[in-house]
């Protein structure tokens, strides 16, 4: 089943349900987006306010994937969908739960920004966080856009934007852990850093999952849990 046969139906009004469906998870995840930017900007620039509006509004994230993961189920009752319908609305589901978890980190994050923003800040200002946080930003807009589109070969380079997070959150853990060997005073602030980057590798991760579910939901394939190279033979085989 290719992408151009999900979601075409002789029912105008089951086509709809699955468009709105689609459309309100791009809606949860470009509000998932604004939580990780105003986050990561809190933080880097001891922004009170924002930090706290992230934290205040973690809500917003939390109701929509209940009201969506309602609809899904309303979809299941009345359609009883097979197929690659039914990959949809699995794909949506589980979409869903990660961006919820995507706000949660955010909000970890804001409170690391409330935290650090009594602490004397470095020189570079949080330079890796930035460059972290602008990254795993960049993960989600591209899983979205893979999930609008049904796109494999953009779900795949999310996939590997993943190692560059991950290369970037152990490269701050090893400067932290020897910043607090070498000046036991750096201990507090080193710590809520190395939180803050455990979080934007965390919402990396769940961008990553995001783009295996567009595999799955186009290809019909299970790609978690194997290496990248297996991940990519399995999307892009033409066979299916």
Request: some cysteine.
């Amino acid at each position: 089943m290719e992408k151009s046969d999900i979601g075409h139906h002789i029912s105008q009004q089951y086509n709809t349900e699955l468009d709105e469906l689609r459309n309100r998870v791009l809606a949860m995840g470009g509000l998932a987006e604004k939580q990780i930017a105003d986050a990561v900007t809190a933080l880097i620039d001891a922004d009170h306010d924002l930090a706290e509006h992230v934290i205040d509004t973690d809500y917003q994230v939390n109701a929509m994937e209940v009201g969506i993961d309602e609809e899904c189920t309303q979809v299941l009752a009345r359609r009883q969908p097979a197929a690659s319908d039914l990959r949809l609305i699995v794909a949506v589901i589980k979409t869903i739960t990660d961006l919820e978890r995507i706000g949660d980190q955010a909000e970890k994050v804001a409170r690391m920004g409330l935290r650090l923003a009594e602490e004397e800040r470095p020189k570079d200002n949080y330079i890796e966080l930035h460059n972290m946080g602008k990254l795993v930003q960049e993960m989600l807009n591209h899983a979205l856009d893979a999930f609008a589109r049904m796109d494999v070969e953009a779900a795949i380079k999310v996939a590997h934007q993943d190692l560059t997070v991950d290369n970037q959150y152990e490269s701050i853990m090893r400067q932290h852990i020897t910043h607090m060997m070498e000046d036991p005073r750096s201990i507090a602030r080193s710590l809520d850093v190395m939180w803050a980057s455990r979080a934007l590798e965390r919402i990396g991760d769940h961008s990553r999952n995001i783009s295996e579910y567009v595999i799955y939901l186009v290809k019909g394939k299970d790609v978690r849990h194997i290496s990248l190279e297996q991940m990519k033979k399995e999307a892009l085989d033409t066979d299916y």
